[in-house]
């Protein structure tokens, strides 16, 4: 068992650990994983760390064996805890990118079901047993559903008729001629709490920095820094290029009649931004990564 002076915190392993680790390193703990166990340092005596799989993940922190995790919407509503534990914060974040993870109903492009309604009395394929249960009887609509182990898009439609998948880009799907019927919903990275920890001060206090933290990285990642200098009659044309996440920091340099710039600006904009700068006067122009926005 743990210390009890610390808290106990699951981090996903699997697909989403490379990511979750990353982000972690951002927010500002040194975590180091070793292979071969499943405890990594986080570099914070208050912590006590653990790899599981996300699909575990809410029932440990539902029981109190973890005082919080990070897991899926979608295996909170699996596990059925939903109620039972606290949804801290919101982490939108993905093995493959900053976006939200569907799970999609998807029949065979040459298969006659074109609805949920066409699925009565069909088999359906699924790591998502209970999740699907619940959206067919939301429908009305009586089929068989199956867990699968694994390669799930392989299995249709030689041995079901439809399978619930998910899916952050649709591309596996594609390159199995399956087609997208429905989403049942999306799903993003949650970090939940225990509702006992989540009552005690100094537990409450920890989850919620760690969640700030967290949500701070993650900002991060859809911006940049921007340093530049100009001269004091072209600064009205320079600020009014500037799509500010706030108002820009303005300094006088020693050089007289010479201005410093300091902005945060969306990563999306920058590219077309820059020589936009420069066109209006801006000089000596840096670009920086920022390892966290806290707005």
């Known amino acids: 068992m743990t210390d009890e002076n610390k808290l106990r915190i699951g981090l996903p392993k699997g697909s989403l650990q490379n990511a979750t680790v990353e982000m972690f390193k951002k927010a500002g703990w040194s975590v180091h994983v070793d292979e071969r166990q499943y405890t990594p340092h986080m570099g914070d005596d208050d912590l006590w760390a653990v790899l599981l799989r996300a699909q575990e993940m809410p029932t440990y922190v539902a029981d109190g ?22 949804e801290v914060a919101d982490l939108i974040y993905a093995k493959q990118g900053m976006r939200p993870y ?44 199956e867990y699968s182990w694994g390669a799930t898009e392989a299995k249709c439609p030689s041995l ?10 649709g591309s596996t799907l594609r390159a199995n001629n399956l087609r997208i019927i429905d989403t049942l919903f999306e799903s993003t990275t949650k970090l939940i ?11 409450h206090r920890k989850i919620d920095n760690i969640a700030l933290m967290l949500q701070g990285a993650l900002a991060a990642e859809e911006y940049v820094g ?70």
């Open 65 to 86: 064996v973890l005082d919080c995790g990070l897991t899926g919407l979608d295996w909170i509503k699996e596990s059925g805890v939903e109620g039972r534990v606290i």
């Open 160 to 169: 079901v008729d439809a399978i619930v998948e998910g899916t952050e880009t």
């Open 226 to 295: 921007l340093k530049m200098n100009c001269d004091h009659g072209d600064i009205d044309a320079v600020l009014a290029k500037l799509p500010a996440l706030k108002n820009p920091t303005i300094s006088n340099l020693a050089n007289n009649g010479w201005q410093a710039i300091e902005v945060i600006v969306s990563r999306k904009t920058v590219r077309d931004l820059i020589p936009e700068l420069k066109a209006a006067g801006a000089q000596g122009i840096i670009e920086y990564p920022l390892n966290k926005v806290i707005i």
């Open 102 to 145: 569907r799970w999609v109903l998807a029949a065979h492009e040459s298969s006659d079901i074109h609805t949920v309604k066409d699925l009565e009395g069909k088999r359906i394929a699924t790591e998502l047993v209970a999740a699907t249960r619940k959206y067919l009887a939301d429908n009305g609509v009586e089929a068989s559903v």
């Open 193 to 203: 709490a225990n509702t006992a920890a989540y009552e005690d001060d100094w537990k």
